[in-house]
């Protein structure tokens, strides 16, 4: 089955660090550009990192550039997100998704990521 | 930066309407537009890509169309299932923006 597969939320003091992790299976992943996307509760989604199919290359939104990193294990089949300097504003569902012709063609189910004391 | 905004913000209609959602672009912008459905609680699903290609598997009563500034969704007949959010996308210099998002209600 093509699935991409989320894990690592969780509740995190202001400040704080986490590392989200993305599974990725039924499909050749090392052919694709892989973002992470997210959705603040009640808000609209907003794109927050992109890494090239090889790892070469990464981008990042202004909000997290700095804090954020991306990175892939095209062995396992898996994109990681390391979000450190944790604020509230980060608060939300963090999707794992596949790029393809200038969009996201397959998403995850979302991990939800707390920054509250 | 391009900014991406879309209209209206909720629109109510009922089963067997013809919808339509705008968005425009701070500036005109290629063809690097897509458009997806979400629902509460779930993942969005891509729904047009490239302004006006329809992605494998969704149904020919969504329609994309558009260029330079301004680009639409068009639903030609509402059907119960598509009562949902709807964001465009999109895409340039490898930077991606979503529109804020249109919320289609039962009326």
């Known amino acids: 089955e093509v699935q991409l597969v989320e894990s690592g939320g969780g509740l995190v003091q202001p400040g704080g660090s986490l590392r989200l992790s993305c599974a990725a299976s039924?499909?050749?992943?090392?052919?694709?550009?892989m973002h992470w996307v997210r959705q603040a509760p009640g808000k609209g989604l907003v794109w927050v990192s992109r890494?090239?199919?090889?790892?070469?290359?990464?981008t990042y939104a202004d909000s997290v550039r700095g804090r954020f990193t991306i990175s892939r294990d095209n062995a396992k089949n898996t994109v990681s997100l390391q979000m450190n300097s944790l604020r509230a504003e980060d608060t939300a569902v963090y999707f794992c998704?596949?790029?393809?012709?200038?969009?996201?063609?397959?998403w995850g189910q979302g991990t939800l990521v707390t920054v509250s004391s | 930066d391009i900014q991406m905004a879309q209209s209206p913000s909720t629109l109510s209609a009922s089963v067997g309407d013809r919808v339509t959602i705008t968005c425009r672009a701070s500036?005109?912008?290629?063809?690097?537009l897509a458009w997806y459905q979400q629902k509460p609680g779930k993942a969005p699903k891509l729904l047009i890509y490239?302004?006006?290609s329809l992605e494998s598997g969704v149904p020919s009563r969504f329609y994309g169309s558009g260029s330079g500034t301004e680009f639409t969704l068009t639903i030609s007949s509402l059907q119960p299932d598509d009562f949902a959010t709807y964001y465009c996308?999109?895409?340039?210099?490898?930077?991606?923006?979503f529109g804020q998002g249109t919320k289609v209600e039962i009326k």
């Open positions: 500036q005109s912008i290629s063809s690097w």
């Open positions: 039924g499909f050749t992943f090392s052919y694709y550009w």
């Open positions: 998704a596949r790029g393809d012709r200038g969009a996201f063609d397959l």
């Open positions: 890494i090239h199919s090889d790892g070469s290359s990464t």
């Open positions: 490239r302004a006006s």
């Open positions: 996308q999109h895409y340039d210099n490898y930077m991606w923006t």
